[in-house]
């Protein structure tokens, strides 16, 4: 709950601060407009391929993105509609998993709708392939394009691979195949070639054996990608250009870690893995938040479907009632019983916390002026202390609404003020 408390009060800011306080990297945000951002009347496309988005750039790049996106398209809750792009195109850049979590997660958090996301010639793994498959999941519209060519993906037949977990999102969506007028369907052109797939004719096979009922195929490959009309309905229709070929005979990945320094191929990374752990994180961090009841997430994500054999598929009809949330997945298993932890700090402290945090802010020159915006950013702070972001945390959150200068100077003298006056709230927030 102190999560979601924390990001929903951040995109409140981040809409309030729009147009009164500088964007947090000038030169970065210039230099993104005219490089990155193309505008037609089709709509708009952001483009950084070939060595222009590199894993030092990716945190510029989120914060002048989103920065863009807010300027550009105003508060979502304003306007009613979602933020939407043509393409994004980060291909060639050489990007980590680590790095293309960070997009990933951030595009999931916005309820970003993407039409083609071109992410090849990266060094995308187990848990990047996971934060793509946990983006479509989320996201209600269709993609038209995914492109995760030339990367490091692995898989075979006989695993719960990324790559089965993935095709078992799209198969469980209920927004695919994205259909057209007079039932054409069209299928999601995926680029999966020149990856680490062993035995990739077996592993479709075993897809395809997998995807039939009363004598009726679920899953159609497609020889292009030509909207088609069907004859009987389908679960997944996908074209894979080029499927066949991959690198490297034995399915091995190249020998350096990954960003958390584990080779994909020994410790491979399962959708059910990654929710049970998700789910825990959750969990410990309600039991840590504080009495008061939150507002709402803007976006409440929710794990791909667990690698579980056959599932039922939720009508499209019961998904189109449900607006402003992630798609369910068909079935849930019960959330493992988490230890519950004391509030770090009780509810009249942090209203005497976020008294004094304003008096601070009050005195930047940015915010003297604007008490609303001041009290939401004091109320921001004290949430993550509440939420037991570390020190370093809280300056870079800070940063995408004050700028460096400013947040530095805020974050060191918060974190101070709590362990001077607030001893045991910095204790259990680990700040000692």
Sequence with gaps: MA????AHLAIILASSLRGRVSCPVPAAYAAFKEQAVRMSSAGAEIGLSKGMCQDRHVNDFL?????????????PRSTGQPWRLRRLDLSRNNLTDESVCAVLDSM?????RVDRVLLSGNRLRGSGLASVTEYIWNCRDPLIELDLADNEIHGEPGEQDGFSGLLRCLYNHPSYPMMQEHRKAA??????????IRDAQRLLDDILANGCKDGKALIRLCPNADPYVQDHEEFLSVFLPDFMQQRGA?????????????????????????SRKRRRRKLEAEAAAAAKAPAPAPVEATPAPAADGHRSRRRKEKHKEQPNTAAAPPTKEPPPAATAQAPVISEEEQKKLQAEVGKKLAKLEELSS?????????????????????????????ASFLGQEYAQAV????????RHHYKPAAKLAGWK
């Design 187 to 196: 299928p999601l052109q995926l680029r999966m070639s020149g990856n680490y």
């Design 3 to 6: 999560e979601q408390e924390h």
């Design 63 to 75: 914060m002048c993105f989103q920065c863009w996106l807010w300027r550009t398209f105003g508060d």
């Design 108 to 112: 999931k958090q916005l309820d970003l």
């Design 250 to 274: 034995d399915g091995q990945l190249p020998s350096h870690g990954g960003a958390n320094g584990q080779d994909a191929t020994t410790t491979p990374i399962t959708l059910r893995s990654r």
């Design 411 to 418: 974050a060191t003298w918060f974190v101070k003020h709590v």
């Design 370 to 398: 604007d008490q609303s915006t001041c009290d939401m950013l004091s109320e921001f702070t004290v949430c993550m202390l509440v939420a037991r972001k570390p020190p370093t945390e809280v300056e870079t959150e800070l």
